[in-house]
């Protein structure tokens, strides 16, 4: 047995229907030579998981689709084989952005290696099992699409020179995020819907000035801008999956950005300045949970004949609520920034304006192929539900807290 022979049974895993002639032939090698097994599983392993990064992929997309793919249990051999893969890089080499998924998975250096008998044995799984997963998590990644690169690949980042013009109140920007992930968070939890209602209006509110606040302090006379236009993905959770990114694209349309949705992934890709991509982000995965929460409270849903209506029903209902919520949240971006002194209007155009040329460089770039598509409503109950729950969503600044 060589461990040319091994890597062969493990390549024919990738592409089997059915692997479990391959699982066989690999539980004899193992039988014969475990330490071997565990060297070239992890040799392939972590190759195929170089490869999914040069196809567009990072590990928070990685995660979130084996979650939604991949058997329950999975994930440890997953985040295993994405820290042993960064072995390979050192850490100023990965972009911020990167690095930050890391730590959020939990994955932070020095980056552990993999061992595969070590790891079934914490993870009490037998031998067989492991080798299951491996089979598994090897089939899933070799059979991932190709994505828009977002970010720098590992090991290929530069690092931000240290004379590099920087905020002086980086700090304060942070301190503003954590409170509108907290109002945000805050609204979510409450069983009570005034307090709801006050603490997401009063997150809208804080969000809407902070934006213009940062434009009008990029805003000067040679508007030399530095350009942090990104991207990054949102998974919104099947089924409904159009629906929910039309809302998800209403929202990022109001702060200034654009979005793709890959339908057959469940994922929207937002493009924005970096500033603009956080509050869009926090603020859909609200609404999201918001819009979710009043679908289902609106009940199943039956035809004259007794028949299910429920599907096109809650399709329509989040249709209707996105578009809602869209004009809702343009009307309350014009009036921030109706409520700008005139004295600064002609200072802030410009920036939003080359913000714009910006972002939409960038999607260009990203995207150059792009198709737009039109949704049929096909139950009108759930549309005008949708729009009744959509006017009840937590966007008003104005309501006191009660209790």
Not at 60 to 68: E, G, L, P, S, T
Not at 280 to 309: C, D, I, P, W, Y
Request: aromatic residues 6%.
């Amino acid at each position: 047995m060589s461990e040319a022979e091994v890597l062969r049974v493990l390549q024919l895993v990738t592409i089997a229907a059915d692997p479990e002639h391959q699982l066989a032939e690999l539980g004899r090698y193992d039988e014969q030579d475990q330490q071997l097994v565990d060297r070239v599983v992890r040799q392939f392993l972590t190759e195929l998981m170089r490869k999914t990064w040069e196809r567009g992929w990072a590990p928070a997309d990685v995660v979130q689709n084996a979650r939604r793919q991949l058997e329950p249990g999975a994930e440890p051999l997953l985040l295993a084989v994405i820290a042993a893969e960064h072995r390979a890089y050192k850490p100023k080499t990965l972009d911020a952005r990167w690095s930050d998924q890391l730590a959020e998975l939990g994955l932070e250096p020095p980056f552990a290696d993999l061992d595969l008998t070590a790891f079934s044995a914490e993870r009490r799984l037998g031998r067989y099992l492991a080798l299951h997963q491996v089979a598994s998590l090897a089939w899933f990644l070799f059979h991932l699409p190709a994505l828009a690169r977002l970010f720098p690949l590992p090991g290929t980042a530069r690092p931000t020179p240290t004379s590099a013009p920087q905020r002086a109140d980086q700090a304060t920007d942070r301190k503003m995020l954590a409170r509108v992930r907290a109002l945000l968070a805050k609204a979510e939890a409450t069983d009570f819907p005034d307090e709801a209602e006050a603490l997401s209006g009063k997150a809208q509110e804080l969000m809407a000035k902070f934006s213009l606040d940062h434009a009008l302090l990029d805003a000067g006379p040679e508007l030399d801008l530095p350009d942090d236009s990104g991207a990054r993905r949102i998974w919104v959770e099947t089924p409904y999956v159009t629906a929910k990114a039309q809302l998800v694209g209403v929202v990022a349309h109001a702060n200034g950005c654009r979005t793709v949705t890959m339908d057959e992934l469940a994922v929207v890709t937002i493009v924005g300045s970096e500033l603009d991509l956080q509050l869009t982000e926090l603020l859909a995965t609200s609404l999201l949970v918001q819009a979710n929460r009043a679908m289902l409270a609106a009940g199943k849903h039956f035809g004259r004949r007794g028949e299910s209506r429920t599907r096109s029903f809650r399709q329509s209902f989040l249709m209707a609520y996105a578009q809602r919520i869209g004009e809702r949240l343009q009307a309350t971006a014009d009036a921030a920034r109706s409520a700008v002194p005139e004295a600064d209007q002609d200072r802030l155009l410009p920036v939003l304006s080359r913000r714009e040329q910006q972002v939409d460089a960038l999607f260009t770039k990203l995207f150059p192929e792009t198709v737009t598509r039109r949704t049929r409503i096909t139950n009108g109950a759930g549309w005008h539900a949708g729009l009744t729950a959509a006017d009840l969503a937590q966007l008003d600044t104005h309501r006191p807290v009660t209790r």
